[in-house]
C-alpha cells in the first residue's frame, strides 16, 4: 500500500470512529463502557476486514439434511452473512442470509430451493459493522481445497 492510501484509511477510521462515538445506536452495538475504549474498538473495527474462512455445502450435490456452513471471523463482530447460490449456467438461483450458530465464528444456510443437483458455486460475503465485506466462492465439487487464515 502507498502511503497516502494508508492516510487516507486511517483518516477514515478515525472518522469511523469519531461517528460511533456521537451516535447511540452505532455505539451500543461496541458494548464498552468508556469513550476511549468505544473509539478505539470502533477505530479497529474499520481497519479490520472480515475473513471467510471456509465454506461446506452440506446439502448441496446430493448431501441431505446438513445446512451450509460458513466459518467467518472478524476482530470486532460479523453482522451478516450472504449466501448465494450459482447453477453451472451461471444463474445464481437464491440468495439469502446464514443464521449465527452459538459458536460465533459458525454460520449456517439452509437452502429453500429442493433442487440442489443443479447448485455449482455457493458464494458467501461478510459484513462487519463498519461496512467492511469479504467474500468467498467455491465449486461445491471442491468445497474446502483450503482454509484461509
Known amino acids: 500500500m502507498k502511503k497516502q492510501t494508508d492516510t487516507a484509511l486511517l ?3 478515525k472518522k469511523y470512529a469519531e461517528k460511533v462515538l456521537k451516535s447511540t445506536e452505532l455505539s451500543k452495538h461496541y458494548h464498552l463502557d468508556s469513550p476511549q475504549e468505544l473509539y478505539d474498538k470502533a477505530y479497529l473495527d474499520y481497519l479490520t476486514i472480515p475473513k471467510i474462512l ?3 455445502p452440506g446439502n448441496l450435490g446430493g448431501r441431505k439434511n446438513k445446512p451450509i456452513m460458513i466459518l467467518a ?3 470486532c463482530k460479523i453482522q ?9 449456467d451461471g444463474i445464481i438461483v ?3 442470509l446464514a443464521q449465527q450458530h452459538y459458536q460465533k465464528q ?3 444456510y439452509s437452502p429453500k ?7 455449482a458455486f455457493v458464494e458467501a ?16 465439487d471442491q468445497p474446502v481445497a483450503e482454509l484461509q487464515n
Request: charged letters at 30%.
Open 125 to 140: 460475503t461478510a459484513y462487519d459493522r463498519a461496512g467492511n465485506k469479504c467474500t468467498k466462492k467455491i465449486d461445491i
Open 11 to 13: 483518516e477514515k477510521a
Open 106 to 108: 459458525k454460520w449456517y
Open 94 to 96: 437464491e440468495v439469502g
Open 80 to 88: 451478516q452473512v450472504e449466501v448465494k447460490l450459482e447453477n453451472y
Open 113 to 119: 430451493n429442493a433442487l440442489f443437483e443443479n447448485i
Open 73 to 75: 471471523h472478524e476482530i
Open 54 to 56: 471456509g465454506i461446506f
